[in-house]
Structure formats: structure tokens, C-alpha cells
């Protein structure tokens, strides 16, 4: 942090009161009760680091395809944000494949497919907004929330 000037960790700061401010507006925007997600941990380097922010927005079930970046509720609790490296239709609707770009294996190993082969549609909170296929991040900003 001492890297950080005062003036840059008050914009910071006064950038995440906004958003959490004007969460209700943005999950109406997008559709998503989750509309921001923070990251946290490395498994999804070297595209997202801990603390960038990323948005959020409803997508079908069928238009979920592979190469989103997808933000699931974690069997143990929490979210997961993931690629979505396989979609599988079944019967009962359509199973995602998920795995972190810095991860050297799929969820499975995380124990995070009890409904088979993948995450199941009815856990997926949204799907990370990339206009033209550039991942939109605010970076570092979401590291105060980590904090609190």
C-alpha cells in the first residue's frame, strides 16, 4: 500500500462507495442480483489479479458458451469466477465446465460438479461483461472490499 499515494486510495475508495451505491441500478442493468464481483485469489491470472472488479450480466442458458468467464455459487459457499471450458446439454438443461485459466486442472478437483460434470445453470450468478471480447476490469479497487 505504500506504494499508493493518499489522492489514488481516496479515488479508489470513493469509486467503490459509488458502485455499492448504485448496486440496485446495476442489477436491474444487467439482471443479475450479483452485477459486481470482486476477485480473489490467482487462479484466474494472468487475465484477472486479486482485488480487480468485474461486471456482471444475465445470460440464457444457452447462449453461455465456451470461452465466458462465468461467476458460480461455490458448493462450500461463496462464488467462483471461471472459465467455461465445456458445455454440456442434458436432459434436465445445460451443465458448464469450469476451470481457472492459472489452474492446472477443471473444478472437478475442487469438488465443485456434484450435479455430474459441471456447474449447473440454477448457480450461476452471471456471466462477466466483455464488450468485443475485451474483459472489462477495474483494477486494485475491489481490494478494500477484501479488507472489510
Known amino acids: 500500500m505504500s506504494s499508493i499515494k493518499k489522492s489514488d486510495l481516496a479515488i479508489l475508495i470513493a469509486l467503490l462507495v459509488i458502485v455499492i451505491l ?22 484466474m491470472l494472468p487475465l484477472l489479479h486479486e482485488g480487480d472488479l468485474v461486471f456482471l450480466h444475465h445470460v440464457d ?3 453461455i458458451k465456451v470461452g465466458d468467464i462465468v461467476v458460480y455459487k461455490s458448493v462450500y459457499g461463496g462464488y467462483i ?30 469438488g465443485q460438479f456434484p450435479e455430474g ?22 483494477p486494485i479497487i475491489g481490494v478494500i472490499s477484501l479488507f472489510i
Open 22 to 43: 448504485l448496486k440496485p441500478a446495476l442489477s436491474a442493468i444487467s439482471g443479475t442480483q450479483t452485477p459486481v464481483a470482486v476477485v480473489r485469489g490467482n487462479s
Open 61 to 63: 442458458p444457452q447462449d
Open 81 to 110: 469466477i471461471h472459465r467455461v471450458i465445456k458445455v454440456i446439454e442434458t436432459p434436465n438443461g445445460f451443465l458448464y465446465e469450469t476451470k481457472g485459466d492459472n489452474n492446472p486442472a477443471d473444478d472437478s478437483m475442487l
Open 117 to 138: 460434470f459441471g456447474v449447473s445453470y440454477d448457480r450461476i450468478a452471471g456471466v462477466v461483461w466483455s464488450p468485443a471480447n475485451k474483459t472489462l476490469i477495474v
